[in-house]
């Protein structure tokens, strides 16, 4: 039925506090916070980086931080989307939370560590790459609905997952394994065909 002004303002105020819960989880209380959202796809890429330099990979330095940080982006929206049933741990247990605003929340969850996840990456490829400004905003634009995309994926597969626990080994395992069909190792002006 329909809701009253009240009600949305309470939905409103329950989904901030299931985000900010959710997102001062992620950080688990290190001293940098919320900073690491943003430093760990750049440094995971800067060690990648010095590993395929080290190794003498032709990749291009572009390719590395468009494939890590689109890989991690796409592995940590399935987790996300195959723990959230299980995840009670941002939401009282005693009060009643309609499951659209813990859907709300969650999305605008995955958005704002997409956001933090891509907008530096793409700075770094329109200023010190050359990357014109669209293919940036573009690349932000990407990583925000393969964000929704595979935590719906995610949630999809999670009825299974609680049938078959081990079903969550072969998932991490697979997505661990598709970090080098990425484009961190596979850039896609390389490919041909489909």
């Known amino acids: 039925g329909a809701k009253s ?77 195959l723990k959230m049933v299980n995840d009670s741990g941002s939401v009282i247990k005693c009060e009643r939370i309609d499951s659209s605003v813990i859907l709300k929340a969650a999305m605008m969850r995955r958005s704002i560590e997409s956001i933090f996840a891509t907008v530096p990456t793409s700075l770094i490829l329109v200023f010190g790459f050359g990357i014109n400004w669209e293919g940036g905003v573009i690349y932000i634009l990407i990583a925000q609905l393969s964000s929704f995309i595979f935590f719906g994926l995610g949630l999809c597969l999670t009825g299974l997952v609680r049938r078959i626990p081990d ?28």
């Open 167 to 194: 079903l969550s080994v072969v998932i991490s395992l697979t997505l661990r394994l598709g970090f080098f069909l990425s484009p961190a190792i596979y850039p896609m002006h390389k490919m041909t065909g489909l």
């Open 5 to 81: 002004r009240e009600d949305i303002n309470l939905q409103r105020k329950q989904s901030r506090f299931i985000v900010k819960s959710g997102l001062t989880k992620a950080t688990d209380q290190k001293i940098l916070g919320f900073v690491w959202l943003i430093l760990e796809p750049l440094m995971l890429s800067l060690v990648y980086l010095f590993v395929f330099t080290v190794i003498k990979a032709r990749i291009a330095p572009g390719s590395i931080f468009i494939g890590i940080t689109l890989y991690r982006v796409f592995s940590s929206s399935i987790m996300s989307g």
